[in-house]
C-alpha cells in the first residue's frame, strides 16, 4: 500500500539528519559560478559557496531545477502507489514552485504542489511539521492545514550588510546600492505573505542592532517559541551575538545554525544574517 511522501527543493534549511529521519526527497536548484555550474548537494555545499561567490568574476547566475528532474522523482516515488506532496520556496524569488506544477502534471504519480510562502528554515519548519502529521496518519490536506498554521505563526527577518549582490542581480538600482555603500547603509528585511519587505534601513552596525534588539525583544515577550534558526553568508559575528542574547532568555532551546543555501547567497551577498522563528 502507498503512502504520503514529501518532496521539496534544496532552498528548505533541513538538516541531514531530519531529510533522513523523515525521508524527504530534495531537488538540488543550480548556481553558475563563471561559466561553471554546480548542483546544490552534489557538486557544490552551502559552506563552500561563500568563498567560490567572493572569487568570481561575475555575480555566480541561479537556476530552478530542471522539471525533469521533478518528474522523474514524482515518477519513482509514485511506483508503488504513493502519492507525493512538494513543498517549494516562495514564488515571490524562484519560479521552483511552477517547475513542479509544471511537473506534476507529466506524472501518472498524484501530487500536490504547495507554495511555502517562505524559505530556508522556514520552510524547513513547515515540512517537519507535514512530516509528523503524515507519520500519525494525516492525509495531504492535513498536512498543509498544519503548514498554513507554522507559518502564520512564523517570523523571518533578514539583516543585508551591504547592497553589491542585490545592486548587480538588478534587484536594487546602481544608484541606490552606491549611495548605500558610500553610506554605510545596512537594511533589515522581513519576509512574510510571500513577499520581501523592507522594514528597516539604517547607517552602520549600530542601528542594525537596534533593529535585532527590537525584533530580540518582541521575541522574548511574545507566544512560547517553538524552534529557532539562524541562516548567514558568513556572519559569524553577527550569528554569535544573536545566538548569545537568544540565549539569555531560552537557555534549553535547540537552535538550527547554518551557512545558507547559494540561490539565497547570491542574492544577499557576503555578511547576511537570518533570524527565523516559529511560536505556538
Given at each position: 500500500m502507498g503512502k504520503i511522501k514529501i518532496v521539496c527543493d534544496s532552498s528548505a534549511g533541513l538538516t541531514e539528519e531530519e531529510i533522513k529521519k523523515y525521508d524527504i526527497t530534495v531537488i538540488p536548484l543550480t548556481v553558475m559560478i563563471d561559466g561553471t555550474v554546480y548542483v546544490e548537494r552534489e557538486t557544490i555545499t552551502n559552506d563552500q559557496f561563500p568563498e567560490l561567490m567572493k572569487n568570481a568574476k561575475s555575480?555566480?547566475?541561479?537556476?530552478?531545477?530542471?522539471?525533469?528532474?521533478?518528474?522523474?522523482?514524482?515518477?519513482?516515488?509514485?511506483?508503488?502507489g504513493s502519492e507525493v506532496l512538494c513543498v517549494d520556496m516562495m514564488e515571490s524569488i524562484s519560479g521552483t514552485v511552477h517547475a513542479a506544477e509544471q511537473a506534476?502534471?507529466?506524472?501518472?504519480?498524484k501530487v500536490t504542489v504547495y507554495n511555502s510562502q517562505t524559505t530556508?528554515?522556514?520552510?524547513a519548519f513547515q515540512i517537519i511539521?507535514?512530516?509528523?502529521v503524515i507519520e500519525k496518519g494525516g492525509s495531504v490536506e492535513d498536512a498543509i492545514e498544519r503548514m498554513k498554521y507554522v507559518l502564520a505563526h512564523s517570523k523571518l527577518y533578514l539583516a543585508i550588510d551591504n547592497l553589491d549582490n542585490l545592486v548587480a542581480g538588478g534587484r536594487v538600482s546602481k544608484f541606490a546600492g552606491a549611495l548605500s555603500n558610500l553610506l554605510n547603509i545596512k537594511v533589515m528585511l522581513q519576509v512574510y505573505d510571500g513577499q520581501i519587505h523592507i522594514i528597516m534601513k539604517g547607517r552602520g552596525k549600530k542601528a542594525l542592532h537596534k533593529e535585532w534588539d527590537r525584533i530580540l525583544n518582541e521575541m522574548k515577550?511574545?507566544?512560547?517559541?517553538?524552534?529557532v534558526g539562524i541562516s548567514h553568508v558568513e556572519g559569524d559575528s553577527e550569528v554569535n551575538r544573536l545566538l548569545t542574547k537568544i540565549k539569555e532568555f531560552e537557555p534549553n532551546l535547540?537552535?538550527?545554525?547554518?551557512?545558507?543555501?547559494p540561490i539565497i547567497a547570491t542574492h544577499t551577498g557576503l555578511g547576511a544574517c537570518c533570524l527565523l522563528y516559529y511560536t505556538e
Open positions: 555575480l555566480p547566475k541561479t537556476s530552478q531545477p530542471p522539471i525533469g528532474r521533478f518528474v522523474d522523482a514524482f515518477n519513482k516515488l509514485g511506483e508503488d506534476a502534471g507529466m506524472t501518472k504519480t530556508d528554515r522556514g520552510m511539521e507535514a512530516a509528523k515577550n511574545g507566544p512560547k517559541v517553538m524552534s535547540d537552535i538550527v545554525v547554518r551557512e545558507t543555501v
